[in-house]
């Protein structure tokens, strides 16, 4: 079994902050399934179950993005067996698979068959008349692939009369697979009062539609994946006193020849570092919650579009901006939550691109680095510092946000360097690890 050492490799969560986790509890499960829970060594929820559980249990409709192996499955499936287990009506679970199919029957009688929680599997290459049977037998739990629960709607051997809360597992695996016709027809046959949950790795035009035509206000959750969502990306990180940072970021983005994201804890850094950075000669603007929207959207914008090379965010104006092509992503401060560590990375290496990430770490700040890399599961290479950090230019007065366009890019004719250990896992050579 997977374990989980940290309550969030979390994500957006737009309506919620990310709550400590103190186990299962506190989410509003029931104590039986807590002790279920208990017994089978489920102790900490994982990002989308902290997540999902609070919201399910309120009966609400639920968007998650999350790929399988974030623990999905309980996310709806505890709150499911848990308002079956209160008479409030039968489950539907419509999944791509029938592996998929097996393994969610299985994680459900785990958890809600010591409660007498009954399924019903109804997936293509077994027999009718044994799902038939099962069917039979009154299950609080339907779960099947849509093609089969189809088979059995047609020939009125289930009903979905009951169903008070459907949820569509791997909705866009079902849509890359051509079950279009069948969801929409299982849409169109369940009970207008219901529950709808869907997931999804991903969020193409046809979920969000499904989304906003059959759910009530659905609320969104996404997760990233634990550990993946670095593959493509390689890290680094500097120990490096507070009072050099600027020196070092000087440095680093004269190494660098493409778009730089640079992230910092607090807003007043941002206006800071935008400034050191202008000063350096480069084009920059600042994202955070200080600045109007439409300065914010300029910012975003002119970093798309290449006006500005070097874009300055704190995490929440930077959560969601979605920006390909992101050469560089730079921690000038470690993250508060080491969640957001991994959107932050997150936003490089985009679209299968290669990207590269570096983190500034105070020499008190270790701690802080092994909370990170137990998220990842893994360690982060620590590059040695360079030997001189030059003195960054004094930042003049504060200029309009356009100025420097002149000099944009000035510093793409400077030969790349290697500066950091693009394109290499585990460090560069030339700075050995300490
Ligand atoms: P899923 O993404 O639902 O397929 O779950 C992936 C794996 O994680 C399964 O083997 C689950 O049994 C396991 N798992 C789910 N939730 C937890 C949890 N809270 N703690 C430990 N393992 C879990």
New binding site residues.
């Given amino acids: ?4 050492h940290s309550p969030a490799a979390s994500g957006i969560l737009q309506h919620m902050q990310p709550q400590p986790s103190s186990g ?1 509890s506190g989410l509003g499960i029931a104590p039986n399934l807590l002790n279920s ?1 208990h017994k089978h ?6 990002p989308i ?1 902290e997540r999902s559980i609070p919201t399910a249990l309120e009966g609400k409709d639920l968007v998650g993005i ?10 709806f499936g505890i709150p499911m067996i848990q308002r079956s287990l209160q008479g409030g009506g039968h489950g539907l679970i419509v999944l791509p698979t029938r592996e998929l199919a097996i ?2 029957r299985e ?1 459900l009688q785990k958890i809600g068959g010591e409660f007498g929680i009954k399924t019903a599997l109804l997936i293509g290459g077994t027999a009718m008349g044994r799902q038939i049977a099962e069917i039979q037998r009154g299950p609080d739990i339907v779960i099947g692939t849509p093609g089969r629960i189809i088979d059995h709607l047609d020939h009125r051997t289930l009903s979905f009369s009951k169903v008070a809360v459907l949820v569509l597992d791997e909705a866009d695996r079902m849509l890359d697979m051509g079950f279009a016709p069948q969801l929409k027809r299982i849409l169109q046959h369940v009970p207008a009062q219901r529950q709808t949950m869907l997931f999804s790795a991903t969020m193409p035009p046809a979920i969000m539609q499904i989304a906003s035509s059959y759910m009530q206000l659905p609320v969104r959750i996404e997760v990233v994946p634990q550990g993946t969502a670095a593959t493509n990306v390689t890290q680094e990180v500097f120990v490096v006193p507070r009072n050099q940072k600027s020196a070092l970021l000087h440095k680093i983005l004269s190494e660098y020849h493409g778009s730089i994201l640079v992230f910092t804890r607090m807003k007043f850094s941002a206006k800071r570092i935008t400034r050191v950075v202008r000063a350096a000669g480069y084009t920059a603007a600042e994202l955070h919650s200080n600045r109007s929207l439409n300065q914010r959207t300029d910012a975003l914008e002119g970093f798309k579009n290449g006006r500005y090379r070097v874009l300055i965010a704190t995490d929440i104006a930077a959560r969601g901006i979605d920006v390909t092509n992101i050469e560089l992503v730079i921690n000038y401060d470690l993250p508060q939550q080491a969640e957001d560590y991994v959107h932050r990375i997150g936003r490089t290496g985009r679209a299968g691109a290669s990207g590269h990430a570096i983190s500034f770490a105070t020499p008190d700040q270790r701690g802080d680095l092994r909370t990170i890399e137990r998220l990842l599961r893994k360690s982060l290479p620590i590059s040695k510092l360079p030997e001189s950090l030059p003195e960054p230019p004094e930042p003049a007065m504060e200029r309009p946000s356009g100025h420097g366009a002149s000099q944009r890019f000035d510093r793409n004719r400077r030969p790349h360097h290697g500066f950091g250990n693009r394109n290499r896992q585990g460090g560069n050579p030339r700075f050995r690890r300490h």
């Fill in positions: 079994m997977m374990s989980w299962f829970l060594k489920y102790v900490h929820p994982t179950q999350a790929q399988t192996g974030t623990g999905k499955t309980l996310a393994q969610v994680s």
